[in-house]
């Protein structure tokens, strides 16, 4: 997730993205997404397992910026709010 500017940065894992996603639009958890008014899905990945979820969170987190950059821009190179579609 992202801000409307796309400067700021979030990685998390969830089992329900569209719920997710509304949680953090409307602000109802407090924390870095809150903090930093993250609204905007740039990113996911659907995966099989809650553990592959979470090897795929971990990875990304360890990554540099530029690497998340690439990733993004590699499937939503406009930076769209991929939330539209769920």
């Known amino acids: 997730m992202t801000n409307k500017f ?3 940065l979030y990685v998390g894992v969830t089992s329900h993205l569209a719920k997710r996603i509304e ?3 409307l602000k109802l958890t407090e924390g870095f997404t809150k903090k930093y ?3 905007k899905l740039v990113y996911f990945e659907e995966l099989p397992s ?3 979820a979470i090897e795929a969170e971990k990875k990304i ?3 540099s910026r530029k690497k ?3 990733l993004i821009r590699n ?3 406009q930076w769209i709010d991929l939330s539209q579609d769920l």
């Open 61 to 63: 987190k360890a990554g």
């Open 6 to 8: 796309n400067r700021v």
């Open 23 to 25: 949680e953090h639009k």
């Open 37 to 39: 008014n993250l609204s």
């Open 75 to 77: 499937v939503n190179p």
């Open 68 to 70: 998340k950059i690439a």
């Open 50 to 52: 809650i553990m592959e």
